[in-house]
C-alpha cells in the first residue's frame, strides 16, 4: 500500500478537516482512515477530492463548521472556479466501496447537500 498524501487543515474549535490528493489517497480516506461519526464530504456531480471532518471527542459540529468543510471539498474539486456548488455530505459510516468498483469511486446514503463558495479557511 502506497503512503497516503492527505491535506489537512485546521479549524477554529479543534476540528480537523482531512483531503485526499488522488483516487488512491481517496479510498483510503473515506474507507480506513475516517472514523464512524466524522463527516463526509465530496462536491456533486464532479471529480474531486474525498472530504472528512474529524470533531474533538464529544463535540458536535454546527452548521458553521460543516459549511466551512464543504466549502474546502469544493475548493478541491473540478468547481474550484464556480460560484455557489452543491457539496454532499454524510456521516462516514454512510460511505461504502461497490464491489469491484476502481479507486476513488464510492457509494454514500443518507446525502444531504450544501451549497457553498469554494474557499479555504483564513
Known amino acids: 500500500m502506497a503512503l497516503v498524501k492527505l491535506i489537512e487543515y485546521g479549524l477554529p474549535g479543534g476540528f480537523r478537516v482531512l483531503v485526499g490528493k488522488t483516487d488512491a489517497d481517496n479510498d483510503e480516506l473515506s474507507l ?9 464530504f465530496h462536491v456533486r456531480g464532479l471529480p474531486g477530492s474525498h472530504v472528512v ?6 463535540v458536535e459540529a454546527d452548521r458553521k463548521t460543516l459549511e466551512l468543510a464543504a466549502s474546502i471539498a469544493a475548493y ?8 455557489v ?3 454532499s455530505y454524510t456521516r462516514a459510516r454512510f460511505v461504502s466501496k461497490p464491489r469491484g468498483a476502481k479507486a476513488g469511486t464510492v457509494e454514500i446514503r ?6 457553498v463558495r469554494p474557499g479555504l479557511p483564513a
Open 32 to 40: 480506513r482512515v475516517a472514523r464512524q461519526d466524522d463527516w463526509w
Open 53 to 58: 471532518l474529524q470533531a474533538p471527542d464529544g
Open 76 to 83: 478541491h474539486s473540478k468547481a474550484r472556479a464556480a460560484g
Open 85 to 87: 456548488v452543491p457539496v
Open 110 to 115: 443518507k446525502e444531504a447537500v450544501l451549497k
